[in-house]
């Protein structure tokens, strides 16, 4: 239901762009988030935004990741720029919905990005 696509290997100062469709009965009451995890840490949070637009970073991405989404393509986006090695790692795609007192959560299959010169 989520399908992320976009990674792949840069160098460092590079820049990508994370895309990440999703099915419209998900996709539009849902806060969209990118997630990552690298070797041997915890998954973490990257950044997010709201069905109403307001997002959310990480202290680590703040000024060099945009998060974005488009609703007619039920799509959310990550631009990454200014990569350093420190954010490699596979960046997961999540929909978090809240129906009445129940939460919901949906994860994309992963997609690997690797900053190396």
């Known amino acids: 239901q989520l399908q992320a696509s976009g990674g792949g290997l840069v160098q460092p100062g590079g820049s990508l762009r994370l895309s990440c469709a999703a099915s419209g009965s998900i996709f539009s009451a849902s806060t969209m988030g990118w997630y990552r995890q690298a070797p041997g840490n915890q998954r973490e949070l990257v950044a997010s935004?709201?069905?109403?637009?307001?997002?959310n970073y990480a202290d680590s991405v703040k000024g060099r990741f945009t998060i974005s989404r488009e609703n007619a393509k039920n799509t959310v986006y990550l631009q990454m720029n200014s990569l350093k090695p420190e954010d490699t790692a596979v960046y997961y795609c999540?929909?978090?919905?809240?129906?009445?007192?129940?939460?919901?959560?949906?994860w994309g299959q992963g997609t690997e990005v690797t900053v190396s010169s």
């Open positions: 999540n929909a978090h919905r809240v129906v009445i007192i129940r939460a919901y959560d949906y």
């Open positions: 935004i709201t069905s109403g637009s307001s997002t």
